[in-house]
């Protein structure tokens, strides 16, 4: 996606932060990760989903972030 530098300040930190692999990396590896979050909420949000179902698809969702310990590395990286 590309931005008019002249827009804002904001734009131009935010394009150079891009050009750091280092800020690609973390941000795929927490893709990689975290994904099943956002799969899961679609999944939860179709029609007809039960109660059951919800509750078993949450219970899916922390057992893949426990496992591997990814919670904790992500939340020491602040």
Do not use: H, P
């Amino acid at each position: 996606m590309e931005f008019n530098e002249n827009d804002a300040l904001s734009i131009q930190k935010v394009q150079d932060l891009f050009q750091d692999n280092s800020i690609k990396n973390e941000l795929a590896v927490i893709l990689a990760y975290f994904q099943c979050i956002t799969e899961t909420i679609l999944q939860i949000e179709k029609s007809g989903t039960n109660l059951r179902e919800t509750i078993s698809l949450v219970k899916n969702v922390e057992i893949r972030l426990s496992e591997g310990g990814i919670g904790i590395e992500f939340a020491n990286l602040n």
